[in-house]
Structure formats: C-alpha cells, structure tokens
C-alpha cells in the first residue's frame, strides 16, 4: 500500500509542483492512470468525425495535445500512466534540443507490449548496445548496396501497377477504386520482405503476415501499456499479442537456423556487385562470430529477430502513410500531380524503363512533393 501511494500519489504530486513552479502546467494527473482516460476519449472523438480536405491534420491526428496547447501553452507535462512526459510544441526550442541538448534527452524506454511491437531494436535501444547494432547493420545502408535494392524497390512497384491494370480490364473499366493506404502498406510490406530476406522471401512473407497481424493491436496496446500492471491482465489482446510475438520469434530463429546449414549460398559470402546483401545476411555475418550471451558486444540471433521486427515497424508504416499522405495532395492539387508526371516521364521515359538510383537526383520536383508532404 505504501509502495502505491508513494509510486502514484506522492512522486507525481512531487513531479506536477516542480514543473508548475516554472510554469509548466498539465492536466489533471488521474490516480493510477494519469491522463489515459482523456487521450483516449480525446483521439476516438477525433478519429470519428470526418475530415475535411486540409492539410491541418494535427486536431486529427494528435487531437489530446491540439486541445491542451491551447489551454496550457506551447510546454506542458502529459501523463502517461504515473510516468510524465514533457510535451514541447515551440519549433525553436525543439531545434535548440536536437542542435545542442541532445545529450540531456534520453530515449525512453518503451512498456514491453510496445516492445512486442517495434522489436527490441535500434528504435528502442540506447548507448553502445545502439551503436554497436548500429555498426553491424551499416552495410546495408551503404550507398552501393542502396543502389542494388532500388531495381528491387522498382520491380516489386511494377508489379503491384501491373496486378491493378489487370483487375482494371477484369472488371472493363479505366478507373477502379481502391483504399490507397491499403494498397501502399501491401506494397511496402511486399519490399521490406524482399530487402530483409533475400531468396528466403516466401518465409518472410509469413514473419511478414505475422508481424502486420501484431500491429494490427498496436492502438490498444500502445494506450494501455502505460497502466500499471496492465500486462499482467490476461485480456485477449495481449494473449495474441503474446502468442505472435512467439510465433514470429521460433519462426525467425528456424530461418536463421536453416539459412545458416543451407549450402545454396555460404551466409558469410560477400554480395557480388549484382546482387545486393539482404539485411537478415548483413545480421548473420555478425550473429555469427559471437554467441556468448554475456558479451555486451554479442549480436545473438535473439538480437536478429529483434531487429527484423524493429525493420518491419520502423520501414513499413512510416512509408506507406507519408506515400498515402502525398497521394491524397497529388488528388488535391493535379497541377503539382501533372508536373510530377511530367517530369518522371523527362528522366526515366526516354528509356522505357522504372527509374535508378542515378535517376532521383535528378527528379527534383518529385523528390521536393515527397519531402515537403
Ligand atoms: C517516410 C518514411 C520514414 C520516416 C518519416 C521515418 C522516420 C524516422 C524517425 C523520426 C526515426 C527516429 C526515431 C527515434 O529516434 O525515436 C527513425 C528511425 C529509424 N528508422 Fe525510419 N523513417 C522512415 C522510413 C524508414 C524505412 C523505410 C526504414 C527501413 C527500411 C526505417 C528504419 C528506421 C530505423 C532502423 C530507425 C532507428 C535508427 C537508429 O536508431 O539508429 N525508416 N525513422
């Protein structure tokens, strides 16, 4: 009982005083939950109602903290659970954290559903596990293995159009509706798999499956992994939540396993200059010169797994929203659509063939549409 009080009463009554005495304010810390209740009222309110076509997205999108700027300022603590977060939303000071405070601004450490979600990878490890992982996976985001994933990139997109046109004369029509936000997560789970498994793409598209089954409770998860004690509950989200997380992991270690005896293609064998090194190879190489599990430089095949599922997260969602997101100003604003076109049909359209590498520094028009959405 004293534990309690102390862990959700007193310590963030201690933490809400300190902050307002500079001048911080926050919502009404709830016992236990802290301000839990209203994000999610706040964002289920927000993700019901239709929206205009606007680029104003952020009343949608983080609708808790479009409110609570308004009432508490441009700083203010949020509560998730008993554990407070600091909300900055002043341009200047976030660019005076990231240029010169970065050292005091320590990654969190996510609630272990998250974990199960994002993988215990590069998005969630700090310090010289970080950066020794970080080493590790350097290869494939070398430059000259980049350029050998782009025809990669460029066939898997090919034959995504080409499976729509052909649904397109199935039904005899030139239009077809589709969700473009569905199409774009297919699409992107299509290449994510390829990049990272390599030849042993049809098992990666079950780990691939799996995973986007897993993400599939991220909404849930995320709100309620902030209250304490909420993973020990056994609700049906977090037993299958549990059960993939297993199922991802053996079958990924089998993989690992397999790939390793297969005599196809030796695991420590350099990519040629044709063919680019798959990430799950690029993790081998280094998995395998070191099994000790108390070695803080070790990368165990425990790690492999980790990292794959951090990948999948981390290279998925992002992508296909910011695509969907260009899509839809592409929808509104056709005279930016028709320069877009116009310009890829310049610099790739001579050749009849998917654009290079080589080819985006020369798409200017297009490359500033994806920045800037
Ligand atoms: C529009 C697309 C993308 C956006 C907006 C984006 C955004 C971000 C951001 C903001 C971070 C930093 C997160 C943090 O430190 O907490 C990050 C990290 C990361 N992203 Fe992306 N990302 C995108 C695409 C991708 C893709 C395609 C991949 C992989 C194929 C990827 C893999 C990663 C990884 C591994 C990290 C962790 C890096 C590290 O800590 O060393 N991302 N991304």
Known sequence: MKVVVHDFWWIPTRIENHFMQQGINSPKYEYFLG???EISILSLKASSESMPLSHDIFPRALSFIHLWKKIYGKMFLIWFGPTPRLTITDP??????????SQYFEKYDPPLQVKRI????????????????RRIMQPFFRMENLKLITPIMAKTMEEALVKLSKNMNKIGSLEIEIEVSVWFQSLLEDIITKITFGRNYEEGLV??????????????????????????????????SRRISKEIRNYLLKL?????????????EAPNDRQPAD???????????SHRRNDPTAFTDEDVVEECKTIFFAGTHTTSAMLTWTAVLLAMHNNWQDEARDEIFRVCGARDAPPTKDDLANLKLVQYVTITS
Do not use: C
């Open 279 to 289: 990430l799950l190879e690029v993790m081998m190489n280094a998995a395998g010169k």
């Open 35 to 37: 301000n839990l209740r």
């Open 256 to 268: 690992i396993d397999r790939r390793r005896r297969s005599d196809d293609r030796s695991y420590d």
């Open 207 to 240: 780990i691939s499956k799996l995973q986007a089954h897993q993400t599939a409770h991220a909404t849930e998860a995320y709100q309620n992994a902030f209250i304490p004690g909420y993973r020990f509950l056994p609700t049906s989200a977090s037993r299958v």
């Open 92 to 101: 200047s000071i976030i660019k005076e954290i990231f240029f010169s405070k």
């Open 118 to 133: 994002e993988g215990d990878g590069l998005l969630n490890l700090k310090g010289d596990k970080w950066a020794h992982h």
